[in-house]
Nanobody, 121 residues
Framework: QVQLVESGGGLVQPGGSLRLSCAASGSIFSIYAMGWYRQAPGQERELVAAITTGGPTNYADSVKGRFTISRDNAKNTVYLQMNSLKPEDTAVYYC???????????????WGQGTQVTVSS
């Protein structure tokens, strides 16, 4: 079984910062990419940022220049540093990992349980 455990959400004032962490554990053969998605009430889940094992990153236009994704491959952990937070960043943030549990199995998506980020004064 694979588990993704997130931490670091909370309440922050506009302009503030938060750092999210997500650690993958369990029966993992190889991780190909990890990332963060978010879902606000009444809206679809959207990609925030992603990073591959080799290092290339991808960001949503709305967070470019404010958020930074990084990864510790040895710890199977991904981080999201969020600066200059805005009220519109309020959402549940979900960790995602694209991985194989065995060499012979296909790459699948795994999800964390979600962590609430609220930006409000």
């Amino acid at each position: 079984q694979v588990q993704l455990v997130e931490s670091g959400g909370g309440l922050v004032q506009p302009g503030g910062s938060l750092r999210l962490s997500c650690a993958a554990s369990g029966s993992i053969f190889s991780i190909y990419a990890m990332g963060w998605y978010r879902q606000a009430p009444g809206q679809e889940r959207e990609l925030v940022a992603a990073i591959t094992t080799g290092g290339p990153t991808n960001y949503a236009d709305s967070v470019k220049g404010r958020f930074t994704i990084s990864r510790d491959n040895a710890k199977n952990t991904v981080y999201l540093q969020m600066n200059s937070l805005k009220p519109e960043d309020t959402a549940v943030y979900y960790c995602n990992a694209k991985l194989r549990v065995l060499a012979s199995t296909p790459i699948r998506d795994y999800w964390g349980q979600g962590t609430q980020v609220t930006v409000s004064s």
